[in-house]
Structure formats: C-alpha cells, structure tokens
C-alpha cells in the first residue's frame, strides 16, 4: 500500500491531504499550468481549494518561488476562478 504524505500549501503552509488541494505544475518546457488532475509531469506546487490561500500565495508571490520560474498573473486569476466556480458548485 502507497503512503499518503500531506502537501504543504504555498499560501497558508498548512498540510493537507492532496485531494483537498490544487497542484500547480511547472513543464519541463518552463510553462506553468493548473493541473487539476494531479499528473502533469514536472515540479508542482500546492495550494488549498480556498480564496484566501490563492490571495495570500499572490500577495507573497510563492508559487514563483516553490516553482522557481515566475508565475504570470493569468495563472492565479485562473486559479481563483476555478476554486470561485467549484465552490459555487458546492453551494448550489
């Protein structure tokens, strides 16, 4: 049986299960992608399904960091609007 480890959120660093959280993925070609689906091959990064963690990663740019390659702010207005669109699902 495979080991469960917690990932680490960029925006809050707490430690959750990855299934409560959305991967961010750097291709070995340099473009940063969501990857919902948690199998793009390269180096990822965690953040929770939550606004406030997408904010804060924002506001201290930490997924560049985590990533190392700069993030452009398409890719965390997308983010947002994914988790906004998912926690509206949720809702309704």
Same mark, same amino acid.
């Given at each position: 049986?495979? @080991?469960?480890?917690? +990932?680490?959120?960029?925006?809050? +660093? $707490? $430690?959750?299960? =990855? *299934? $409560?959280?959305?991967?961010?993925? #750097?291709?070995?070609?340099?473009? %940063?992608?969501?990857?919902?689906?948690? @199998?793009?091959?390269? =180096?990822?990064?965690?953040?929770?399904? *939550?606004? $406030?963690?997408? =904010?804060?990663? @924002?506001? #201290?740019?930490?997924?560049?960091?985590?990533?190392? %390659? #700069?993030?452009?702010?398409? %890719?965390?207005?997308?983010?947002?609007?994914?988790?906004?669109? #998912?926690?509206?699902?949720?809702?309704?």
């Amino acid at each position: 049986m495979k @080991r469960q480890r917690p +990932r680490t959120c960029v925006g809050c +660093r $707490e $430690e959750s299960p =990855r *299934r $409560e959280m959305v991967r961010i993925a #750097r291709k070995p070609d340099g473009d %940063v992608v969501i990857d919902p689906s948690g @199998r793009v091959p390269g =180096r990822g990064a965690y953040v929770c399904a *939550r606004e $406030e963690c997408v =904010r804060e990663a @924002r506001k #201290r740019d930490a997924l560049s960091r985590a990533l190392k %390659v #700069r993030v452009p702010s398409e %890719v965390y207005d997308a983010l947002l609007e994914m988790i906004i669109e #998912r926690s509206g699902e949720a809702e309704g």
